[in-house]
């Protein structure tokens, strides 16, 4: 049903950028069908329609254009006469008698009026989808819609290139998501638009040949946050296959997606992060698989949640694991600023970066203050870690009460501040403040940072 929206929102600009009025059907029958189903390797599969109905030895690439003219006469005579369901207009019930299969999907109660204009619309709208972590996203936004529709043209071309006789047809989705990435990235170039963009195909499972590859959700998402600055959107999310889901309307807050990103240049420098922008765009987002992403209900900084940092952040129940930052290993290196970014991203203040250095140092002054190889020095050691492995802010606040009693009066003010400034921090932020002191702790004492003063990478805030 909202592929329906989506077609009539795209017909509307199309009408309008060409001072045309064409209709729902014209567009489908003089655009649609001759790019998606009037060659012989098809852009798209839609279960049971008539383009996929096969009399007894016919085969898609092998079909006449008579043959092909006749499917879609079939299509309209269904439509004419009312025959409206999943296999002439996309995403509507499927017939009556497998209205309740798994095949069905966006089943309502309500008796919505079906015609021809909404069932072509459909058609069109579907075509807009943008293939996504294994789920499909309608976005209702014109610049993506118009760019869309121009990639469905590059994607015919590569089909019908005889110098790419493996190219999968069908993937309409997959395609779009990558020329949209690739439209909306500061290579893209109006005179020439498959400059730097080679068909994104690799080989399949065994026996398939090739498929499209599937991008990262987050890759996608920060190339249009990038194009569309400032910008929220709704996404409408769904998979159709042999069992269709649907997630329904989920809010994409674009502005939080960069967040994490833009912090990750500003502390660690715009080279490290093209350099490295493929492995840290993969952390990034790698704790939940999308569909889990989709089940939060919106779509923002903590849908970029890293793999394994969980475990880090104090939850008040058991205990909190401990980071072991290796210099020498560029993957310890990512995951720590995909890691302390995010947690940055999470607190949304970017002073949390210096209290956290602050507080690091001053635990690693107060385990450092008796030189002596002493008892002295191991109780310091042992009230630091357990200050570091307080699961709760009641927990953290009695650790630090022995610290306090003992502390030098040098660094004593700095700790009373440092004390209070945790207490007043919002119960939510806690566990993410703690673990981002944790995680600096857990650097500066490989790298013996234990100055007074920590740099500030912040020194605008």
Not at 325 to 339: G, H, K, P, V
Request: with cysteine; charged share 20%; hydrophobic share 35%.
């Amino acid at each position: 049903m909202i592929a329906a929206t989506i077609g009539r929102k795209f017909l509307a600009q199309y009408n309008q950028q060409r001072g045309s009025d064409i209709s729902a059907k014209e567009f489908f029958e003089t655009v649609y069908f001759p790019l998606f189903y009037g060659h012989p390797k098809y852009m798209q599969w839609i279960g049971n329609s008539p383009f996929v109905q096969m009399k007894k030895g016919q085969k898609p690439h092998l079909l006449t254009q008579v043959e092909r003219v006749e499917k879609l006469g079939n299509l309209s005579q269904k439509i004419d006469s009312g025959e409206i369901d999943a296999s002439t207009a996309i995403g509507y019930p499927a017939s009556e008698s497998e209205k309740f299969a798994t095949t069905s999907g966006q089943v309502t109660n309500l008796s919505l009026p079906v015609d021809e204009d909404t069932a072509y619309a459909s058609w069109i709208g579907s075509g807009m989808g943008i293939g996504i972590g294994g789920i499909t996203v309608l976005f209702d936004h014109p610049l993506i819609l118009s760019t869309i529709f121009e990639g469905w043209y590059h994607y015919r071309d590569d089909l019908n290139d005889l110098a790419y006789t493996d190219t999968p047809g069908n993937k309409i989705n997959g395609w779009n998501a990558h020329w949209l990435t690739h439209a909306f990235s500061n290579a893209f170039r109006t005179d020439d638009p498959r400059w730097e963009f080679p068909p994104p195909f690799e080989a399949g499972k065994e026996g398939e040949g090739l498929t499209v590859k599937r991008l990262h959700w987050l890759k996608i998402l920060l190339v249009i946050s990038k194009k569309l600055s400032g910008t929220n959107l709704t996404g409408y999310f769904y998979h159709y296959d042999k069992t269709n889901k649907t997630f329904g309307f989920i809010p994409v807050n674009l502005p939080q997606i960069r967040r994490a990103p833009e912090l990750y240049v500003k502390l660690f420098g715009e080279y490290a992060y093209q350099r490295d922008s493929a492995p840290i765009e993969a952390l990034y987002g790698s704790a939940k698989s999308f569909q889990r992403v989709c089940e939060m209900g919106a779509i923002g900084v903590a849908a970029l949640e890293p793999k394994g940092l969980r475990d880090l952040i104090p939850s008040g129940r058991g205990e909190v694991k401990s980071f072991k930052y290796d210099a020498a290993n560029r993957e310890n290196q990512l995951t720590f600023n995909t890691y302390v970014t995010w947690l940055l991203a999470m607190l949304n203040n970017d002073e949390f970066w210096d209290e956290a250095g602050r507080a690091a140092n001053l635990l690693l002054q107060y385990e450092t203050a008796t030189k002596r190889k002493t008892d002295l020095s191991t109780v310091r050691i042992n009230q630091v870690e357990d200050v570091l492995s307080a699961t709760s802010k009641r927990q953290f606040m009695n650790a630090m009460v022995p610290i306090m009693q003992s502390a030098e009066v040098k660094i004593l003010a700095e700790l009373e501040m440092f004390v209070e400034k945790t207490h007043k921090l919002p119960n939510d932020n806690f566990p993410y403040f703690h673990a981002l002191t944790r995680l600096r702790y857990a650097k500066q004492s490989r790298e013996g940072t234990s100055s007074d003063n920590t740099p500030d990478l912040f020194p605008n805030n």
